[in-house]
């Protein structure tokens, strides 16, 4: 049996999961905040890069939420509902795992994990041929995993594991 939305009603689900993310970006950023106060703050030290995070996710959960309350409701005739495949979500899921044990339990390093990570997942979600993007997917994985290994390590003071590359 379809789970579909009566129409004239909008869907609970998003209302309820932006709520749910409002609510835990609200407290992680009272805890920020409190970590702030207690220590101190200071523009290149740590305890700034979660004030920034958390305040965005505060941000992007708000906006969300609008966009959920505002939704009008869907017309679903069940064939959405027939054709929802759980493949990349479960996918996803098994490659984010997969990439938080390499980091914790190998020396392969943040760099090249999160570059393959990037790459799995851009083909996961991607619906264009491999040939034509894989190119790309590479030399973009690279060069976001680099920028974001120097901007923690040497702007934030935030160690990430270097791994088998010496930078």
């Known amino acids: 049996m379809a789970d579909t ?7 609970i689900g998003p209302r309820v999961l932006g709520g749910v993310v409002l609510l835990a970006g609200l407290g992680l950023l009272a805890q920020a905040i409190g970590e702030a106060v207690e220590r101190g703050i200071t523009v290149d030290g740590p305890r700034l890069a979660p004030l920034i995070v958390t305040s965005g996710w505060v941000a992007l959960a708000t906006a969300y939420l609008i966009q959920a309350w505002k939704a009008k409701p869907a017309q679903d005739d069940g064939e959405s509902a027939a054709r929802t495949s759980w493949f990349v979500p479960a996918a996803l899921m098994v490659a984010l795992v997969g990439y938080a044990l390499v980091l914790e339990y190998t020396v392969v390093g943040y760099v090249p994990a999160t570059a393959v990570f990037f790459v799995v997942a851009a083909r996961l979600l991607s619906s264009r041929p491999v040939r034509e993007v894989i190119l790309r997917d590479i030399v973009v994985a690279l060069g976001l995993s680099l920028v974001i290994y ?13 791994g088998v590359l010496p930078i």
């Open 5 to 11: 939305v009566p129409s004239g009603r909008a869907p």
């Open 150 to 162: 120097l901007a923690f390590t040497r702007f934030l003071d935030i160690q990430l594991p270097a």
